[in-house]
């Protein structure tokens, strides 16, 4: 949940990479905001024609198609390295020391591992819709305005492979923790007590996150 989970950030080059990271994942999850709002647009435009001149937008469904991508992808990567994903915390929250950091080394490489394939197959999919010989370089495209599908496709990978890098540099810090039992680790989503979560989420639904 949404200010559950805390980042610390020092001078190692763990913090160092995670705050480059950051900036990059901040920059995807705001063009996936913008796509959700672009959305908002389109279906005011569509709807308002519709009822007004009885002529919706042509291809809003093939821009919706084309849009899924960002609006369900790209802020991944931004999610896991605040802990925003659904977590075990009342498992692993209960964890100390190198057993929290054990635990949290062997989640993260399953996701690393399961990303790492959706990576393959992603980009594998893309391949297969991306022609520089064909027509705007595609095989395929919508079946309303004849959008090409290759660009939706590629943002699939890339959003993955984003993800890919903040699980790799987690894996690392988890890993060094783990080694040198450092109670506030950098570059990993800590996880709170609970009265710091309910104070943490009090500040985030009233406007007042520091």
Same mark, same amino acid.
């Given at each position: 949940?949404?200010?559950?989970?805390?980042?610390?950030?020092?001078?190692?080059?763990?913090?160092?990479?995670?705050?480059?990271?950051?900036?990059?994942?901040?920059?995807?999850?705001?063009?996936?905001?913008?796509?959700?709002?672009?959305?908002?647009?389109?279906?005011?435009?569509?709807?308002?024609?519709?009822?007004?001149?009885?002529?919706?937008?042509?291809?809003? $469904?093939?821009?919706?198609?084309?849009?899924?991508?960002?609006?369900?992808?790209?802020?991944?990567?931004?999610?896991?390295?605040?802990?925003?994903?659904?977590?075990?915390?009342?498992?692993?929250?209960?964890?100390?020391?190198?057993?929290?950091?054990?635990?949290?080394?062997?989640?993260?490489?399953?996701?690393?591992?399961?990303?790492?394939?959706? $990576?393959?197959?992603?980009?594998?999919?893309?391949?297969?819709?991306?022609?520089?010989?064909?027509?705007?370089?595609?095989?395929?495209?919508?079946?309303?305005?004849?959008?090409?599908?290759?660009?939706?496709?590629?943002? $699939?990978?890339?959003?993955?492979?984003?993800?890919?890098?903040?699980?790799?540099?987690?894996?690392?810090?988890?890993?060094?923790?783990?080694?040198?039992?450092?109670?506030?680790?950098?570059? $990993?989503?800590?996880?709170?007590?609970?009265?710091?979560?309910?104070?943490?989420?009090?500040?985030?639904?009233?406007?007042?996150?520091?």
């Amino acid at each position: 949940m949404a200010g559950t989970s805390r980042v610390l950030s020092d001078d190692s080059l763990p913090g160092r990479i995670d705050r480059r990271l950051y900036r990059l994942e901040s920059a995807l999850a705001l063009i996936s905001g913008f796509a959700v709002f672009a959305l908002m647009l389109l279906a005011v435009v569509s709807v308002g024609g519709r009822n007004l001149f009885n002529q919706p937008l042509p291809g809003y $469904v093939d821009w919706i198609e084309q849009a899924m991508p960002l609006i369900a992808f790209m802020g991944i990567a931004y999610a896991q390295r605040d802990g925003g994903h659904i977590r075990m915390d009342m498992l692993v929250g209960a964890l100390r020391g190198r057993a929290l950091y054990l635990a949290e080394m062997v989640t993260t490489l399953a996701i690393l591992v399961l990303m790492v394939l959706l $990576v393959w197959g992603s980009w594998a999919h893309f391949l297969r819709s991306f022609d520089p010989a064909a027509p705007l370089w595609s095989r395929d495209s919508t079946m309303d305005i004849a959008l090409p599908i290759w660009p939706a496709k590629l943002l $699939v990978p890339v959003a993955f492979g984003t993800i890919c890098l903040r699980l790799v540099l987690q894996l690392w810090a988890y890993g060094r923790a783990f080694r040198h039992n450092d109670p506030a680790p950098a570059a $990993v989503p800590l996880v709170a007590d609970a009265a710091t979560q309910v104070a943490a989420e009090t500040r985030h639904v009233s406007g007042h996150d520091t």
